[in-house]
């Protein structure tokens, strides 16, 4: 028997080699060296006879500092981080409410759990088509649905004003990946364990007591997955932007983001010429913002949810 035991393990480590070898292959053609690529085009620029020279951190103090890179990037930065905290207090908070509902006794939950998580299936191309649609001052039928109910007033050409066109796309964003949150947070819940709610019950609490006493505390580190799931996410954001507002992002670049702000740095558009190596600045950028927002989650949050839970 003693024998045998090296030999399993031998051949258990083949299985686990033969079975991760193909994801991890693709993984780092496809992600880790595009990824090592880009950092190092960072730091290069293109001669006009398309040779690569070493430009240190030249690219990077250009993207920050220089007239034509400083502006654009520090409002696709900012309206980056705008594009996060609506997703992070409307999505999450909304998730959290449906999977707090559908986690209690009830019928049909099974059919709105998929009614909900619906939207998130669909393509992004899809979903901007029919919002704009929906939203368009023309055709759409948004002002007659508010008309209907009495509240006309209000309707504006929300997707073509400066001041709401990014949080419009949040919010049709929001109603498209809902379904995401709400179904880790449901899971969450309907893994705690009955015996601690039916012993919060018997010491007198109703059910909104038990919810942020009992529940809320237990699901923490979903709460925490969730978060930098939404950051990450929103950080890599493109193509519904895009899809619904070019690669210009308008109006104006009221909509702009990193992610529109890498197509154009390194496609061009108009009268710019692309820049490969400005557009790796930019995706390098954005590589570091979501480095330092992963970092914070597995120090800060992470650590505490351990402890709390120790």
């Known amino acids: 028997m003693q024998k045998s035991r090296p030999a399993s393990r ?7 080699l033969v079975f991760l070898a193909p994801a991890v292959i693709v993984y780092t053609v496809f992600m880790i060296i595009p990824l090592i690529d880009s950092l190092r085009l960072s730091f290069f620029t293109i001669t006009p006879d398309n040779k690569e020279v070493f430009n240190g951190i030249k690219n990077y103090v250009t993207l920050l500092t220089d007239p034509q890179f400083a502006p654009a990037f520090a409002n696709a930065l900012g309206n980056n981080i705008k594009f996060f905290i609506v997703h992070m207090v409307v999505q999450n908070s909304i998730g959290l409410l449906l999977a707090a ?67 419009t796309l949040s919010l049709i964003s929001v109603w498209q990946f809902v379904g995401i949150p709400m179904l880790l947070f449901f899971v969450a819940l309907i893994g705690i364990p009955e015996e601690l709610i039916e012993a919060a019950r018997v010491d007198g609490s109703g059910s909104w007591g038990i919810f942020w006493r009992v529940k809320f505390p237990l699901i923490l580190p979903t709460v925490g997955i969730v978060g930098i799931l939404t950051f990450v996410g929103n950080f890599n954001a493109f193509d519904l932007i895009y899809t619904v507002k070019g690669a210009l992002a308008g109006p104006n670049f009221a909509s702009d983001i990193m992610g529109t702000l890498f197509y154009r740095a390194f496609f061009g558009f108009q009268l710019q010429m692309g820049s490969p190596t400005m557009g790796a600045t930019v995706a390098t950028m954005m590589f570091l913002i979501i480095l330092a927002g992963v970092m914070v989650y597995l120090f800060a949050w992470q650590r505490r949810v351990q402890s709390y839970e120790l």
């Open 10 to 16: 031998r051949k258990r480590r083949t299985y686990i």
């Open 101 to 167: 509902l559908l986690a209690s006794p009830g019928r049909g939950r099974g059919i709105y759990r998929t009614l909900i998580f619906m939207p998130t299936v669909l393509s992004v191309v899809i979903i901007g088509f029919i919002w704009q649609l929906i939203l368009n001052p023309l055709w759409g039928v948004s002002e007659g649905i508010l008309k209907s109910i009495g509240l006309g007033a209000l309707y504006k050409p929300w997707l073509g004003l400066e001041p709401t066109a990014l949080l």
